[in-house]
């Protein structure tokens, strides 16, 4: 008999460290036990696609909460199945977690499966509110979180006196807020499960959903730091840089101490711009005509040399050129109407068929 409730555990502990579709690798899943294997099978199949990992992500999650009949009918489906994982594919994860989910058999899935056609004019018009209600509430994420980012920088762009504390502080608060990263997991569970819905059947239709979806997570690579690399790296080396501003402005820094926080803002920033670095690339590559960084990396590099670092002013340059270039990057995936665009589109689907909202 399978220990579920470590099932369970380790579930939620592998969706904690890979929050998003692009950190989903076939070793990590190896650490799922009963349902890993199978699972990096259906990745490594489907060529490591989007949609894999973003259907492997959503599966996972339904079995958070699964009770011990619920996972114990999943592990005998998948024992069932056995050697042969090719019948599996990433869009049949979805029938099973519809299966576990509801707790129902087959044949009673495809009853209601089989009446969704005959939806009522009014749960149509039901669901078209609903759609333009979530795409409202994920501009408003957008276009908050982008607010919130240019909010935590002003303070020492500005250049006002307790810039960089303020600046430490609200930042922060902000790569450890949990609300955010829910939000956008929220939003494209929306958009996943619209993949279902009669109204998306066509391919027109579905294209504009997958671009929104594709577009959410490029934006989201650029407004969470590091969301791209495995971790995070504390609190970005933000809270140093703080502290020795503050201990140098006293003229109190001394040795072993200052060292320390020296090392500490040079090991964090290096690792920071290198990202912003990489990360401008693979925005390009994705098609972001996006404005060069002002900064070569002899340049940065320079300004994190120890000996750089043994004054106020010293300190808080790296810092500040850093949140400028952070701010560009995020700045500019609204500029480039990418994002912005694609939900546009997206909401002429209810038009194209002919179903207009209450």
Known sequence: MENFEQIRTDISNWLNEHPYAKDVTSGALEVIPVIGPTLRNIFERSTKSEDAKTLILTFLRTLQDASDEQLKGLSSKLNDISGGVDELSARSLHILSVLEETNVDVKKIKEKLDALPQESDQAKADFWKHFDLTL????????????????????????????????????????FNDELPLGYAKAHGHLDGW???????????????????????????????????????????????????????????????????????????????RWLTEERSWHESHGRKLVQTRLAAEQYERMLELSELNTPDGVIKPVREWCREWQYLVNQQLWTNNLEGAIARLRTAKYDHRAEPE
């Open 195 to 273: 993949y279902y819905v009669e109204e998306f059947r066509s391919e027109v239709n579905e294209a504009k959903r997958t671009a929104v979806n594709t577009e959410l997570f490029i934006f989201q690579y650029a407004v969470f730091p590091m969301m791209s690399q495995s971790g995070y790296f504390g609190d970005f080396g933000f809270g140093s840089a703080a502290k020795l501003w503050s201990l140098l402005s006293q003229e109190s820094a001394q040795g072993s101490d200052k060292e320390e926080l020296q090392r500490d803002i040079c090991d964090h920033f290096l690792r920071a711009f």
């Open 136 to 175: 409202d509430a994920i501009e408003q994420l957008i276009s908050g979180h982008v607010k919130l980012i240019n909010r935590a920088v002003a303070p020492l762009l500005e250049g006002r006196p307790d810039g960089l504390e303020a600046t430490a502080k609200q930042f922060r608060a902000l790569v």
